[in-house]
Each structure stands twice: as structure tokens, then as C-alpha cells.
T-cell receptor
Framework: GENVEQHPSTLSVQEGDSAVIKCTYSDSASNYFPWYKQELGKGPQLIIDIRSNVGEKKDQRIAVTLNKTAKHFSLHITETQPEDSAVYFCAASGAGTSYGKLTFGQGTILTVHP | GAGVSQSPSNKVTEKGKDVELRCDPISGHTALYWYRQSLGQGLEFLIYFQGNSAPDKSGLPSDRFSAERTGGSVSTLTIQRTQQEDSAVYLC????????????FGNGTRLTVT
């Protein structure tokens, strides 16, 4: 089955800096790659997603890039703010299955210092 | 509008007892998913319901776990003869279209087995 590796496990940045989180996946048939943000005591919230026919997607301060050949994708957050502090998860799902049947990475704890 | 609602938010039970966890998906969402989040295993897929189709139970860890979805809406996850390793946060999610729409998660039920 699919395996998703996520790095780093923790990331500490100063407010205004950029943050980058990277994930690799094992199943070349995977074609949907969402990123979720989880705050303490809450469920994961989708922040951005990308499908395999697209190499990059941007939404304001957040961008995701996908390299299908290398089977890795990354989350980029620019101009970080303290409210960006949370746990971030990458995930992947494969062709022929529901987009919601996801394999998640282990998560990255992002801390943005004011 | 209203999001995915889960109850109870916290549940403490004794080892060997049965528990039922409830999920109310977003109105109109045909797909419903259960995930488990634990410290050692991260976020794991458990089961998926889509309309009137047979559920995808491929993620259930043992036959002590079962779930049903009545009337295409509310779902109940049942764990029989609970064990300490069942302690985790159980998350429910729904989507309007399993072929192309993202998951919307509830805030979960934190289960503690003593």
C-alpha cells in the first residue's frame, strides 16, 4: 500500500520567515495530495490540495509543489504569522479509490515565534 | 454552515466495555469516513461509506470494530471489548463527492480506555 514520509517532524521559524515541509510517497498511482492544518483539540482542516496533473498551486501565502517523477510534494508558507503555528499533515490517495481514503504523513509541528 | 459533528467529545471507559461513537456529517454529503489518530500511528483510515454502496472496511484493525450508517446520514462507530490500545482520537469526516471533493473533519472523540 501507499506510504507517506513527512519531514521535518518539528519546525521553528521567526514571524515573517518562510516555512517548507516536504513529503514523499511510494505509490506512483497516487493522484491527489492534500495538506491539512490541525490546531489543538480540533480536527484537521484542509488548507490546500493538488492533483497529479498540476505541478504547482498557490493560495495567498500558501503554495504546494508536486514532482511526480521523484514522488515528492512540498508545502510552502511565506510571511509566516504566529497563527500559522499548528500541526501540518500531508496526505496522498490513489487512482481507483476515493479521494477521501488518505494515507497521511506523520505530521510537522510548526512554531512561529513573534 | 454547520460542520461535521461528533459526540461525545470525550469518553472514558473501562477495559472490556463496549463504546459507541457518533458522527453527524455535513448535510448533503454522501461520503463519510472514520479515521483514528493516535500518538504511535498517526492518522489511520478505518472505514468509508458512500451512498448505498457496501462500505470499505479495509482499515478496521480488528473484528471488535464495526460501523454503520443509517439513512445515508448519521454514522456510529462501535468498539466492542475495548482494549487500552484502542485509546485514541476517533475522527469522522465527510465529503460531497468522493471522486473529487476534499474531506471535512469533525473535532473528534477522544477515547480513553482505563
Amino acid at each position: 500500500g501507499e506510504n507517506v514520509e513527512q519531514h521535518p517532524s518539528t519546525l521553528s521559524v521567526q514571524e515573517g520567515d518562510s516555512a517548507v515541509i516536504k513529503c514523499t510517497y511510494s505509490d506512483s498511482a497516487s493522484n491527489y495530495f492534500p495538506w491539512y492544518k490541525q490546531e489543538l483539540g480540533k480536527g484537521p482542516q484542509l488548507i490546500i490540495d493538488i492533483r497529479s496533473n498540476v505541478g504547482e498551486k498557490k493560495d495567498q501565502r500558501i503554495a504546494v509543489t508536486l514532482n511526480k517523477t521523484a514522488k515528492h510534494f512540498s508545502l510552502h508558507i511565506t510571511e509566516t504569522q504566529p497563527e500559522d503555528s499548528a500541526v501540518y499533515f500531508c496526505a496522498a490517495s490513489g487512482a481507483g479509490t476515493s479521494y477521501g481514503k488518505l494515507t497521511f504523513g506523520q505530521g510537522t509541528i510548526l512554531t512561529v515565534h513573534p | 454552515g454547520a460542520g461535521v459533528s461528533q459526540s461525545p467529545s470525550n469518553k472514558v471507559t473501562e477495559k472490556g466495555k463496549d463504546v459507541e461513537l457518533r458522527c453527524d456529517p455535513i448535510s448533503g454529503h454522501t461520503a463519510l469516513y472514520w479515521y483514528r489518530q493516535s500518538l504511535g500511528q498517526g492518522l489511520e483510515f478505518l472505514i468509508y461509506f458512500q451512498g448505498n454502496s457496501a462500505p470499505d472496511k479495509s482499515g478496521l484493525p480488528s473484528d471488535r470494530f464495526s460501523a454503520e450508517r443509517t439513512g445515508g446520514s448519521v454514522s456510529t462507530l462501535t468498539i466492542q471489548r475495548t482494549q487500552q490500545e484502542d485509546s485514541a482520537v476517533y475522527l469522522c469526516a465527510s465529503s460531497s463527492n468522493p471522486s473529487g471533493s476534499p474531506l471535512h473533519f469533525g473535532n473528534g472523540t477522544r477515547l480513553t480506555v482505563t
